[in-house]
């Protein structure tokens, strides 16, 4: 579906950029006709040749956008990966997320890793560090060392959301 927009709006700046090349031309071979005299006797006016060859270039490109834009609506196959991701995910059976699955994870945490570790895990995977303030009574700096700490080692992620960071573990 996206390959039939691209191309229709290839199309529309084609048409558009043909009627512009059109609309100028059409004006400079006037005021060159009429400000070269020797135009009438056979002679060539530089102005008329110039406008000449950029009248060419410029339809050329015209037509080649043409035939990209209906390339792209008739011919170009689009693929299915978001389909194939999801098929892919369906297959796949996610780990359920409870601490005893990670029990052993946790051996090497001291406390307040623990404590944090297992608030990710409460909220099945993926917590607002601003949350994790919230429910650990920590506060902001000790949660991000301790998100450091635990992003070194592997077991959970931050990404930027807004004004704070989600917390994602990692499987």
Known sequence: MKNKIVGILIIGIAILMGFIIFSFNNSL?????????????????PIVQASNFQTKI??????????????????????KV??????????????????????????????????VFEKVIEAKGSILQSD????TGL?????????????GMGVVERKRRGMTNIVILKN
Request: net charge positive; with cysteine.
């Open 29 to 45: 071979n006037k005021i060159a006709t009429s400000s070269c005299s020797d135009v009438a006797n056979g002679f060539s006016c």
């Open 58 to 79: 410029s339809f050329g490109v015209t037509i080649f956008l043409l035939f990209t834009g209906f390339y792209l609506i008739f011919f170009a196959k689009e693929e």
């Open 82 to 115: 978001i389909t194939k991701v999801i098929k892919i995910k369906e297959q796949i059976k996610p780990k359920e997320i409870t601490i005893e699955n990670f029990k052993e994870i946790m051996k090497s945490f001291d406390n307040e890793e623990k404590n």
């Open 132 to 135: 994790l303030v919230n429910k």
């Open 139 to 151: 506060n902001k700096v000790k949660i991000t060392r301790i998100l450091d700490r635990l992003e």
